[in-house]
Every structure is written in C-alpha cells, then in structure tokens.
Nanobody, 115 residues
C-alpha cells in the first residue's frame, strides 16, 4: 500500500506560480512511476506530467514550457512547479503512484487561477 498526500494548491492570479508537493509513504520502494493529473469541473481527469523511477518525463502539450515535474526519492516526494499559470489550469490536481501492479491516488489539491 502507498499513501499520497498533496499540498501547495491555492488561488493565484494569471501569470503567477505555484509549487505542488506530494508526499508518499508506505511501500514507496515499489513505486515505479509518479504523476500529476488534474480534473476540471465537467471534464475528465487528464495527465499533466509523469516521471519514472529512471527519470523519464512525460508531460502534456498544454503545460510544456510552463510546468516542471521532479521527484526527490530520498524524501519520497513528488513536485510540480507551475509557472505562467492560466485560468484554464484551474482544476483539482491529483498525485498518482504506480507500482506496475497497482495505482494509488491522493485526495487532490485545488488550484484556482483568476484572470
């Protein structure tokens, strides 16, 4: 079992920045891929960015050049640095951990970008 707790969300003006964190606990040694997903009202949950244990990063076209995903394996923490935020980035952001056999989700953190 893996437990995930996100933090760092909030209200920010367009053009501003936020840094999300996701602290993992439990069977963290089994985690292969960590990722950030988001879900806006009335929309499906979508991948924002993911990073494997080997450091391979995948990110959505909509956030390229603005968001940066990173992980600190020693602290079992995942980060998402979000710069130049836009109103369309408003969503609940979720952390996801995959062990290959199972996937675990955090409770989510709200990010609201005002225009």
């Amino acid at each position: 079992q893996v437990q995930l707790v996100e933090s760092g969300g909030g209200l920010v003006q367009a053009g501003g920045s936020l840094r999300l964190s996701c602290a993992a606990s439990g069977s963290t040694v089994s985690i292969k891929t960590l990722g950030w997903y988001r879900q806006a009202p009335g929309k499906q949950r979508e991948l924002v960015a993911s990073i494997t244990s080997g450091g391979t990063i995948t990110d959505a076209d909509s956030v390229k050049g603005r968001f940066t995903i990173s992980r600190d394996n020693a602290k079992n923490t995942l980060y998402l640095q979000m710069n130049d935020l836009k109103p369309e980035d408003t969503a609940v952001y979720y952390c996801r951990a995959s062990t290959g056999a199972n996937a675990y989700w955090g409770q989510g953190t709200q990010v609201t970008v005002s225009s």
